[in-house]
């Protein structure tokens, strides 16, 4: 019922958009002004992977369209959580009941960019997807820029489904992956095909996590398998009065309180689902550092992942568990760089290793780490999260990232490289748009290689790109 209201209050917030815009309502971008665009997102959760992904789709649109010539918003649920984060972006606060904050926010800026991973999918929470059909719906609305910048499509449930193909037809989703591009387009939304904007991100450099690793029991030699779980069956998150009203009466439903009048998926199916995955990795792990000389710590890439993280650190007898409520992103993802080994439930745990070659084999809860390891051509260092032979699939994809380290990487590099040549070319898409929307805004003049549709990078990524082209 709460998601049906939600939807309902967002679709007549865009539709009074509409009308508003037809009577005179609003202005549109003039020649001169600054270009205002709002990006939307989940950020300020201590998601990791969702506050790199902006951070580089910050700093690649600021370097193609101009410092100068931008003024960028970032939405944040909570600003201690994001603080020093998003340089030279403004931060605004996204409440937990968004509807009139959208309404009021869309319309202050010249156009909206779509920012989060899971775009529209019905797979963790309506109220997302709602959220981000609503952020591109008001702005299409307003005839403004409207675009969803390496977003992902997936099983949406009919009244989402209805919605996103109302109010986005006149958005453009730059996806990132095939897959995705299939599900819009039976939508009649438009799309192109992009990639993740991970791959550019710089952290730290390699000292800070191997000093991190060191303060943490690493001897500096022994090769480090890290671990990225996650509770992949309290999903999806669905608002619900009646357990909040509960809640505040009676305590009942805390273990499954998100916040506000969300709540996570629970129930026993989803109890012993869980247990399930908690044991098989942590038995796999054991399993394999019995045989070889590893040192095993655990990552939580977002806030919620300390729980499961740390029930697997009781399994394997208290190893360290590093999280994000601990470490900001440029720390983290320098520690995970420093690793030598690594199975992760999250994509981007996988996604930001990555341009350090550190060999990784993903259990995955949906398509999104299904689809990169079929991309890299390791199918066979992939498991589902409910397999009922996780414990045996993983513990023999973990001897072969030992044993087949350095190949693993190479396959690795080129991925990279060929998702860097991909980010590039979801600049052009991007100006291109926002030439069309406004043709009077200037862009670069001149003939421009693929790396400057990037944002500066590191001599690190240079010499992938050297290596692997």
């Known amino acids: 019922m709460m998601d049906f209201i939600l939807e309902a209050w967002v679709s007549s917030a865009i539709e009074r958009s509409k009308a508003g815009w037809m009577l005179g309502k609003g202005n549109a971008w003039q020649p001169g002004e600054k270009l205002k665009l709002l990006f939307a997102g989940y ?42 984060y998003f340089e030279g972006t403004t931060q605004v606060h996204l409440p937990d009941i968004f509807p009139p904050f959208l309404s009021d926010e869309v319309p202050k800026h010249h156009g909206v960019v779509a920012c989060e991973g899971s775009m529209f999918k019905s797979k963790f929470a309506n109220a997302l997807t709602t959220m981000m059909i609503g952020s591109l719906g008001i702005a299409a609305a307003q005839n403004k820029i409207s675009i969803g910048y390496g977003g992902e499509a997936g099983h949406m449930d009919p009244p989402i489904r209805k919605m996103c193909a109302r109010y986005c037809r ?59 779980p996650i509770n ?15 809640r505040g009466l009676t305590g009942a439903y805390k273990d499954s309180h998100y916040r506000s009048v969300y709540f996570h998926n629970s129930g026993p199916a989803a109890d012993r689902a869980y247990e399930h995955y908690l044991t098989s990795i942590g038995n796999a792990v054991d399993a394999f550092r019995r045989k070889r000389n590893v040192f095993v710590i655990m990552v939580a890439t977002e806030r919620l992942d300390a729980r499961p993280a740390r029930r697997i650190s009781e ?21 995970l760089r420093s690793c030598h ?13 990555m ?3 550190v060999p990784s084999a993903g259990i995955t809860m949906d398509e999104r780490i ?52 991909v980010m590039a070319r979801m600049g052009i898409y991007f100006e291109e748009e926002v030439q069309r929307r406004y043709p009077d805004f200037p862009t670069r003049k001149g003939e421009w290689s693929w790396e400057d549709y990037l944002p500066p990078m590191n001599a690190g ?7 692997y082209s």
């Open 170 to 228: 006149n958005s453009l989703v730059i996806t990132r992956n095939e897959e995705s591009r299939t599900v819009l387009r039976e939508l009649g939304v438009p799309t192109e095909l992009g990639t993740d904007t991970a791959w550019t991100f710089e952290p730290h450099p390699a000292e800070y996590g191997e000093q991190a690793l060191r303060r943490v029991g690493w001897d500096g030699n022994t090769p480090v398998l890290v671990v990225c």
């Open 341 to 353: 080994m690594m199975a992760s439930s999250r994509y981007h745990g996988i996604v930001t290793s």
């Open 43 to 84: 950020n300020g959760t201590r998601n990791m992977g969702s506050d790199v992904r902006v951070d580089e789709m910050l700093r690649q649109l600021r370097h193609i369209l101009g410092a100068e010539r931008v003024d960028f918003s970032v939405m944040s649920q909570n600003f201690k959580f994001s603080d020093g």
């Open 370 to 421: 299904r689809n990169l390891m079929h991309e890299r051509g390791h199918e066979d260092l992939l498991m589902n999260v409910d397999d009922p032979d996780l414990e045996t699939r993983l513990l023999f994809a973990l001897e072969k990232l030992a044993r087949e380290g350095e190949h693993i990487a190479a396959g690795i590099g080129h991925t990279v490289v060929r998702n860097l040549k």
């Open 232 to 246: 992949p069956f309290e999903w999806p998150v669905k608002a619900a009065l009646g357990k909040f009203a509960l």
């Open 355 to 357: 341009p350090g070659l």
């Open 461 to 467: 990524l240079h010499g992938l790109i050297e290596s």
């Open 315 to 335: 399994r394997l007898g208290g190893v360290p568990v590093l999280t994000s409520d601990e470490y900001d992103i440029y720390q983290l993802v320098s520690i």
